[in-house]
């Protein structure tokens, strides 16, 4: 039971920005969000939840409102914008986020399910058990069920292969890889706190000997670190991806492939050329809504 006093940061926008706005505030805080509508006046209120009241800083503001000029700047109405911050009183979290995660197959590899769940998997189906909480990454957003999909189709069971979690969140990659048999799996996130979950979740799922989770801020990842991997995931935000391509690259073996996920349709484009001129070629996307995702390798594969 989780009854502790939660921060709640809640963004304001017009209808129209939901979906990209309720994106946006999940990838700047590593955290599931909430939405709620006004039909009266056609507005949402799309809030995240904090543990402590240093999740939300000056460094956090200056993102979001970035990425909302960015997502208005797309040809999304989103004003009139308005940010709230407020402390809540304790709730059983747990319980309220119970009736709205169900589990999920990705093909016939892979099921991840909550621990509440008497779902049984298939014959040979790996299974991935995970509650929601207060980081980001549960399966349930279509950017995250992309990232599963690409393990699952990108996995060569006769032959070792390698990956790396950018952004790791609630570690629900890094744990989906181990169990389908990647090997090494290294996992790295900015925030504390998702690291701390990360590992929770890797015990309960018994691959904490198997997962390398760090503490690690991308933009201070060094350029010319040792390791390459068969398989990069960066589920992040548009700027990182664009500001941090070479980082990220750099981690990629020359036969690898490179996820990159969670991006608005309207910047896709973008995030591909730029890529593009890094050596990298699209080979698959996905488009879901108002984002779009893709698989990229090198050009000479």
């Not at 946006?24 to 509508?37: G, H, K, L």
């Not at 349930?140 to 790396?164: A, G, I, K, M, N």
Request: aromatic letters at 8%.
């Amino acid at each position: 039971m989780n009854r502790r006093p939660l921060w709640q940061i809640t963004v304001t926008v017009a209808g129209e920005a939901e979906d990209a706005v309720c994106e946006m505030m999940e990838r700047v805080f590593a955290r599931p969000a909430t939405v709620y509508a006004r039909e009266e006046t056609s507005m949402s209120l799309i809030s995240v939840f904090c543990e402590k009241q240093s999740g939300w800083n000056a460094t956090r503001r200056k993102v979001m409102v970035s990425e909302l000029r960015q997502i208005e700047a797309c040809g999304l109405r989103a004003g009139p914008i308005g940010i709230a911050v407020k402390k809540l009183r304790p709730v059983d979290w747990a319980e309220a986020w119970r009736s709205h995660f169900r589990p999920i197959e990705v093909g016939l590899a892979l099921l991840v399910k909550p621990s509440w769940s008497n779902r049984r998997p298939r014959k040979d189906q790996a299974v991935v058990v995970l509650d929601p909480g207060l980081s980001f990454g549960t399966g349930q957003h279509p950017t995250t069920l992309f990232c599963l999909q690409q393990l699952v189709e990108s996995r060569y069971p006769s032959r070792p292969q390698s990956f790396l979690d950018i952004g790791t969140g609630s570690g629900i990659l890094a744990i989906a890889a181990a169990k389908l048999g990647y090997a090494p799996v290294d996992a790295f996130d900015f925030d504390p706190e998702a690291i701390r979950v990360a590992r929770l979740n890797a015990l309960k799922n018994q691959v904490q000997g198997r997962i390398s989770l760090r503490r690690q801020d991308l933009t201070d990842l060094p350029l010319n670190g040792p390791g390459r991997y068969n398989l990069v995931c960066a589920n992040l935000i548009f700027d990182l991806l664009l500001e941090e391509s070479r980082r990220i690259v750099k981690r990629l073996a020359l036969d690898g492939t490179l996820i990159l996920a969670g991006i608005l349709g309207n910047q896709f484009d973008k995030v591909r050329r730029h890529y593009q001129g890094k050596g990298l070629k699209l080979v698959k996307n996905l488009a879901d809504g108002e984002w779009k995702s893709g698989s990229f390798t090198f050009e000479h594969r």
